[in-house]
């Protein structure tokens, strides 16, 4: 089994959730928060545009429902799966709810390299790897080939 084959189903619904967010005018981006077992208990894609919220980010949202919907053991056990890799502020929320496993398709350094290449500036906060915000996270990621279906939905957005 491959890294993607185990990650497979979860990342495929992430890919998803970037769809829909691109079709509704915001950024392509989406999560999906797992339990321990399996089970899916919450969804979201970005709202940034739509919101008119430059913190209405998908990753940012689960971390929110998680603190107000699980307890702490469940919040460990879960894993958010993510189209792309979590933003310094998602990050830290990550770790200040306490949840577990981040698994991302499409890594920052490999948005920052996409947006170079297609002429576009850098984000407003520095891309950093996750676990240079919340150290000793278990991190999974990128997942070929879902960071080349990222990289393809990004082109889209950024060409309008």
């Known amino acids: 089994m491959t890294l993607a084959d185990e990650h497979s189903a979860f990342l495929e619904r992430c890919v998803e959730l970037a769809e829909e967010a691109l079709a509704a005018g915001d950024g392509p981006f989406g999560s999906v928060l797992v339990s321990a077992d399996g089970a899916v208990l919450a969804e979201d894609h970005n709202h940034e545009t739509s919101a008119d919220d430059a913190t209405a980010h998908p990753e940012l949202a689960l971390a929110q429902w998680a603190a107000r919907h699980l ?28 949840l577990g496993r981040i698994v991302y398709a499409a890594s920052s350094a490999q948005l920052s390299t996409w947006r170079a290449g297609w002429g576009l500036p850098p984000g407003p906060v520095r891309a950093l790897p996750i676990t240079d915000v919340v150290p000793g996270l278990d991190v999974v990621g990128p997942v070929p080939p879902f960071d080349e279906r990222m990289r393809a939905i990004h082109e889209r957005a950024a060409q309008g």
């Open 71 to 98: 307890p702490p053991v469940e919040r460990a056990g879960a894993t958010v799966y993510t189209s792309g890799e979590h933003c310094p502020m998602c990050a830290a929320a990550h770790g200040w709810v306490g």
